[in-house]
């Protein structure tokens, strides 16, 4: 076993630019032409190469690892001629003899060996390269031309450190297949042990700021003091001091890479208005202000943005001065591939963002455990850390959940779920295979198997994305985190098909020592991913209460706390442009069980809609529903224009 690198007291091997391939086995005695060094500005041979004897006589040896960061040009053997060809496409192209993707064989490679400082070549060293994937080869070769066009040192470092994890994420993707998992075997998924909420929160040791689950009201979101009034006020300091000292631990993650395109807004979703002219962001921030108003301290609030968020949400944050820190790092950026030769879209590291994308909110631990902030936040005695998505309106911090995490230090992992609905169709959910939690998600299930991951009653829990982790589990186990690759196909405005290599934050549930999962109530998981959530969480059916939602006390009385009516509107409505033109006013839906809204149809303001609605105009028709109507289980069809007189 043995090193490309010079004898002692010569200096290693430097980058090479052509590398010597042979179709067959060859000796130690055939003759190698002259190998010119190559130009001082191409970026060195970093690794060294490792060598292992095949058991076989002679000098013949196969090389089990490389990884060449250079650009390479590639030469063939037959009867001692050679040629040279322009690309790895047209090297691959046209030596049949090598193995399709997925085969292995054994190629012979020569490469330089150095003969004293002054750069100059004699001597050849033969190698047997193993397990040549062209494909593979081919992608990495792709990879190296984009980091080789950054022309900063610490800009490159930083995008190859990019383009290494991206490749280490496309070969996982390789070998577990095209779907990006390895199959599960459907028998052996069973229903996972999960601790009710009710079993972790508190009796009587509830002050203010802590989101404690109502009953009457059928909510967890909000700052309330009526529980002060079962304690004393020695009692209420003495609970405020020990949160005081919990919450002196805790960070906040918010997943803020996300734009606001599906909903037809420009900029980052956390930029679009939900209540009262606040944004998610502004909820979001006023929320950790009175939480570190009222108790003293200082939970940090982190923002994960995007490349597609950062530059906007580093505008949008100048705004906010006081009572929180606010902190931001940037998950990674990686190239989409096409989904024909699952080569990189982009040429250059300056494409269109369209070439891009970031690689799902899975890539939150890695990014935030490699960033300037983690350390500054260990550093400051941070021991937890919340995370959950910026547009989900009901995961505020929660002081049960925390104290429970607190008191058990075996757990390293907590994921909040909650009772699956008809309508979660979706996200994923957990379960137990093999004795261990696992998440879930759709497009990792079977073609023949997506009937009974529909069933809320063999699958009855939901994955909210709320996660709480101890920090210094994660910091340990960063690098062990091989989450379960989600495959996105999606197709760019020109019409090409792509493929976009995804993890999910959830999966890390099957990583993590003695992982918990508590059933919260439904309130808090309230995202809003298009105008029909949007058009939920404006209505009457919530109030805003110290910048959290709060279900009705009277929606609570008639249908039960986890009771959220299905709202379903058309793609005239698919835009928020579109959805506000069609509503004079948000129509009363306290007694709304379903509604469904197709076509060109708008609303006047002051309507009251109970029970199931069904609002269809067809081709070429318009309705418009009058100010003031009151539609109860009812179907409109037709045509209905209200002209002003």
């Excluded at 997506?450 to 996660?467: A, G, P, V, Y």
Aim: glycine share 6%; net charge neutral; proline share 6%.
């Amino acid at each position: 076993r043995g090193q490309a690198t010079a004898s002692a007291g010569m200096d290693p091997i430097p980058c090479f630019s052509s590398l010597l391939v042979f179709t067959k086995s060859v000796s130690h005695g055939l003759g190698l032409p002259a190998i010119s060094p190559c130009p001082p500005q191409l970026s060195p041979l970093t690794r060294p190469l490792h060598f292992s004897n095949d058991g076989s006589k002679g000098t013949e040896k196969r090389l089990h690892r490389f990884g060449f960061r250079k650009r390479r040009r590639f030469f063939m053997g037959a009867s001692k001629k050679w040629r040279a060809f322009a690309s790895t496409d047209e090297f691959l192209s046209q030596t049949p003899s090598l193995p399709h993707c997925g085969q292995t064989s054994t190629v012979s490679v020569a490469a330089p060996s150095t003969n004293g400082r002054n750069g100059s070549y004699s001597g050849k060293k033969m190698v047997s390269v193993r397990a040549s994937n062209e494909q593979l080869l081919a992608f990495e070769y792709e990879l190296d031309k984009l980091v080789l066009q950054v022309d900063n040192d610490d800009e490159r470092e930083q995008f190859k450190r990019e383009m290494d994890s991206f490749k280490n994420l496309y070969v996982r993707w390789r070998e577990s297949g095209k779907d990006g998992t390895e199959p599960l075997d459907w028998r052996k998924i069973g229903t996972p042990g999960v601790i009710p909420y009710d079993a972790i929160s508190g009796q009587c040791s509830k002050p203010f700021g802590i989101t404690e689950y109502d009953e009457s009201s059928g909510s967890t979101n909000g700052f309330t003091k009526d529980s002060e009034l079962v304690m004393d006020p020695e009692t209420v300091e003495r609970v405020r001091q020990e949160d005081r000292k919990l919450l002196d631990k805790l960070v906040v993650v918010k997943l803020n890479g996300g734009l606001g395109t599906t909903m037809g807004c420009v900029g980052p979703k956390s930029a679009i208005e939900v209540r009262t002219d606040l944004t998610f962001l502004d909820l979001t921030v006023r929320q950790i202000q009175g939480l570190n108003r009222y108790f003293g301290t200082n939970v940090p609030l982190v923002l994960m943005n995007s490349f597609n968020t950062d530059d906007e949400t580093a505008k949008m944050i100048q705004r906010y001065k006081r009572g929180v820190q606010i902190r931001t790092f940037r998950q990674k950026r990686f190239p989409r591939i096409m989904k024909d030769s699952h080569m990189p879209l982009p040429e250059t590291p300056w494409d269109p963002s369209t070439c891009w994308y970031p690689p799902g909110h899975g890539d939150v631990f890695d990014s935030f455990c490699k960033s300037d902030t983690f350390q500054a936040l260990r550093d400051a005695g941070k021991e937890y850390v919340f995370i959950s998505n910026i547009d989900n309106l009901g995961a505020t911090v929660d002081l049960n959940i925390a104290r429970y995490l607190a008191s058990n230090p075996e757990c390293e992992f907590l994921m909040e779920v909650t009772d699956r609905l008809r309508s979660d169709v979706k996200g994923g959910t957990l379960i137990d295979y093999e004795g261990r939690l696992r998440l879930l998600e759709l497009a990792q299930v079977p073609h023949s198997k997506r009937d009974d991951f529909s069933s809320i009653k063999k699958f009855t829990i939901f994955n909210t994305n709320n996660l709480w982790v101890r920090l210094d589990a994660l910091q340990q186990r960063v690098e062990e985190l091989n989450l379960d690759i989600i495959v996105n196909p999606k197709t760019t405005a020109d019409g090409a098909n792509v493929l976009q290599l995804e993890t999910a934050a959830g999966a890390a549930v099957l990583h993590f020592k003695n992982p918990v999962a508590v059933n919260v109530p439904r309130c808090r998981f309230l995202p809003v991913k298009n105008t029909s959530d949007l058009f939920v969480v404006q209505s009457n059916l919530y109030s805003l209460e110290h910048n959290c939602l709060r279900l009705s006390p009277k929606r609570v009385q008639l249908a039960g706390p986890a009771s959220i009516p299905v709202v379903k509107l058309g793609e005239h409505f698919h835009t928020v442009r579109d959805y506000m033109e069609r509503f004079q006013t948000i129509p009363d839906i306290l007694e709304l069980d379903h509604l469904t809204v197709s076509g060109d149809v708008t609303f006047g303001a002051n309507v009251n809609l109970k029970g199931t609605v069904i609002v269809v105009a067809n081709h070429g028709d318009r309705i418009d529903i009058p100010s003031g109507s009151v539609l109860e289980n009812k179907v409109v069809t037709g045509n209905l224009r209200i002209l002003d007189h």
